[in-house]
């Protein structure tokens, strides 16, 4: 059974930082695509960062809103993938939510994952 666990969530003042950490099980995932989404209260979940895998090596794609101040990245023989969140800004309060694919891209799209975990809260006051 595969399990996808984040922690590091929590209350930050604007302009902090947090790091997510999602820990996998059941599966191996460091040829597969991780995304991370986020989810504020009455609005859709989105897209926040993905890693993909191919043979060349990982490669990283960010949404604009985060760009240049969230860094995603993978330990894989702890089979974690992290979201390093800097410059916090108080609309980047929401679940965060990692994800897993079962292939080596998935892409910005949260139907293109096919593992999720159950979230981990990020409150940012200003």
């Known amino acids: 059974q595969v399990q996808l666990v984040e922690s590091g969530g929590g209350l930050v003042q604007a302009g902090g930082s947090l790091r997510l950490s999602c820990a996998a099980s059941?599966?191996?995932?460091?040829?597969?695509?991780m995304g991370w989404f986020r989810q504020a209260p009455g609005k859709e979940r989105e897209f926040v960062a993905t890693?993909?895998?191919?043979?060349?090596?990982?490669?990283?794609y960010y949404a604009d809103s985060v760009k240049g101040r969230f860094t995603v990245s993978r330990d894989n023989a702890k089979n974690t993938v992290y979201l390093q969140m800097n410059s916090l800004k108080p609309e980047g309060t929401a679940v965060y939510y990692c994800?897993?694919?079962?292939?080596?891209?998935?892409?910005?799209?949260?139907?293109?994952?096919?593992?999720w975990g159950q979230g981990t809260q990020v409150t940012v006051s200003s």
């Open positions: 059941g599966r191996a995932f460091s040829s597969s695509a």
């Open positions: 890693i993909s895998w191919s043979w060349s090596g990982d490669s990283t």
């Open positions: 994800a897993g694919g079962r292939f080596g891209y998935a892409g910005t799209r949260y139907q293109q994952y096919d593992y």
